[in-house]
């Protein structure tokens, strides 16, 4: 057999621990690891450089097609493919997947629109729970749920939620949960609004803790008594994460989902910035104590993997209007991956736990696995070489997304994405996308629970 290529002399990095061994890709596959240096078409001298698998962040608004100022495919993923994410979960609001023929629509439109491989998500409406066989069927990555109307999605009660993961529970499909309170968010808003107020310190009042924890309690309990499998989105603090682990504890198949916002952005940073901390559920942390704790969760697993919730608006976008009008949301992709790598430097994580909870927890969760998310024999070549100890300091000039600005700017970080690889083929070199477009739609495995030596991510 002869190599396409040989990444040779790197420190391979898995969850299970890192060893300096050459990797050989053949046919967009990694074909052989191993201490030997076989003959390869090109080589790359990976020496004093980590190896990690590429990054699968499976919470992503690229708004395409749809409010496209905001942010489009060739963009988003160029800027993914240069802070070393290769796959990606993607679903827009503004134009919502509701059927399996919206999901072709979409596949259709987007051919030749990406830089790194993509799943897509659906949208649970309340009431169609018809659909969901369907759009398992063909292919979407999860049901997007929604527990409060947000984005113009209207929000499942407990009732409509319940239905929805009976259906996902018939498929074994996966949903992602966004869970704050619909009565206790609008009662909230009924108050602030009949005051008056128009402040940006409105935000955490309004989208308050107990509409975060009452959705998520509810939505825990009813993914274990349901039997579906499902992940909490963009858990905002501890309690939360504590609810989630007693349901999981209890039999629930249950993950929660981190993103970087809630482990370094500040409650108290809203007063300052107002629009641009303007996201849901908002910043909770308040000390560094806070800080600390999150990642203790995220390293321990009750915080089971990591996802930038990519929801760009430029800064033009984000200034016109006041506090209640603005779109929620902030940019991630260019970060997050900066941001876990930088949290090894720090010692809050392992680079081990970097390639588990933005590689192959992920991946397992919504059945990319094994193709994706894992550096072995027959995965995709998907591989991020990083100096563990070049340094950078984000800034919004080093923005790729349409948005142009980054709520770290400012922020030095310690690990450098030196190149990103898809399926054996560069994508990106010292932080510049190479543009490819050589992304392809990945749909989910056809999993048979008990068997996960049989999971094969379909890629068609």
Known sequence: MTLDLLIAGGMVVTPDGRRRLNIG????????????????????????????????????????PGSTEREDFPTGTAAAAAAGVTTIVEHSHGQPVRTAEDLRDKRSYLTGRANVDYGLAAHAWPGATGQVAALWQAGVTFFKVFTCTTHGVPGHDAAALRAHLRATAQMD????????????????????????RTDPGLLPDWRDRDAEIVAAAVTALLVRRTGARAVVAHVSHPEVADYLARERAAGARLGAEGCPQYFLLREDEVHEHGALRKFTPPARARTDADEAQMWRLLR?????????????STLAQKAAGDIWNVHFGLPGLDSTLPILLDAAARGHLSHEDVARVYAETPARTYGLWPRKGRIGVGADADLVLVDPYGGRTLSNEGVLSKAGWTPYDGRAVTGLVVQTYLRGTPIAEEGKPLDARTGRFVGHDRYVPGHDDRRVARDT
């Open 25 to 64: 890709v053949a046919d967009g596959r990694i074909a052989v690891i191993g201490p030997d240096r076989p003959a390869a078409r090109r080589e790359v001298d990976a020496s004093g450089l980590l190896v990690l698998p590429g990054g699968v962040d499976t919470h992503v608004h690229l708004m395409d």
């Open 173 to 196: 499909a996966v949903s992602l949960v966004h869970c704050e309170d619909e009565s206790l968010t609008a009662d909230a808003e009924r108050l602030l609004r009949q005051s008056g």
């Open 300 to 312: 321990s697993g009750t915080l089971t993997h990591m996802s930038s919730d990519h929801a760009p």
